[in-house]
């Protein structure tokens, strides 16, 4: 069971440029989420969606575009790096009920000079 | 929205004593509470959560925690700290139908042989 996966591990972006951090999961998890981690800051939380076709934004979701067009695919699209958004990257699912845990992949660090 | 305050960035104790960790949290219903641990490079594994029920919640790694109501607290405990402990642990409140689970800031723990 590979759980929650993400690729790349570690990414090196220009100012400008755009790229796609993956995440698949294999567990049949109808929610599914993105969080940025900074030091001092803990994580927050980009965009999620509780299923196919269903995204929403959360506390920090400017910059980054999201889609689900399946129920185990959730990629994070930046359009246009910038310095500001070198972090680690947690993408994360959980299943039903409401109090389910968040289930995490081992992250993608992002830098961008 | 919620919100989740842990006061110690940094905390050292010594092999075998006790520890507590102090979360704090801000949301006007029951929150759905978690703890979770992070090692160096890794995502986050879950500790143990609390949404309802007895307040004194026992997780993995013989953590527990406290729920108090009166004091807005998630307070997470360990008699005999190891080595193995040391990490950052991060409290996270999910409210409503838990879509939008924020966390803290964290709290670095190093352990002293």
């Known amino acids: 069971n590979a759980g929650v996966t993400q690729t790349p591990k570690f990414q090196v972006l220009k100012t400008g440029q755009s790229m796609t951090l993956q995440c698949a999961q294999d567990m049949n998890h109808e929610y599914m989420s993105w969080y940025r981690q900074d030091p001092g800051m803990g994580l927050r939380l980009i965009h999620y969606?509780?299923?196919?076709?269903?995204?929403d934004q959360g506390e920090v979701p400017n910059g980054y575009n999201v889609s689900r067009s399946t129920t185990e695919d959730f990629p994070l699209r930046l359009l246009s790096a910038a310095p500001s958004q070198t972090s680690v990257y947690f993408c994360?699912?959980?299943?039903?009920?409401?109090?389910?845990?968040?289930?995490f992949g081992n992250g993608t660090r992002l830098t961008v000079t | 929205a919620q919100s989740v305050t842990q006061p110690d960035i940094h905390i050292t104790v010594s092999e075998g004593a006790s520890l507590e960790l102090r979360c704090n949290y801000s949301?006007?219903?029951?929150?759905?509470l978690f703890w979770y641990v992070q090692s160096p490079g890794q995502g986050l594994q879950l500790l143990l959560k609390?949404?309802?029920?007895?307040?004194l919640v026992q997780g993995i790694k013989g953590f527990e925690a406290e729920f108090k109501r009166s004091q807005s607290s998630f307070n997470l405990r360990k008699p005999s700290v190891h080595w193995s402990d040391a990490a950052e642990y991060f409290c996270?409140?999910?409210?409503?139908?838990?879509?939008?689970?924020?966390f803290g800031a964290g709290t670095r723990l190093t352990v002293k042989p």
């Open positions: 949301y006007g219903a029951t929150p759905y």
């Open positions: 609390y949404f309802s029920g007895d307040t």
């Open positions: 969606s509780v299923g196919a076709g269903i995204t």
């Open positions: 994360a699912s959980k299943t039903r009920p409401d109090n389910s845990p968040l289930h």
């Open positions: 996270a409140v999910g409210g409503g139908n838990n879509n939008d689970m924020r």
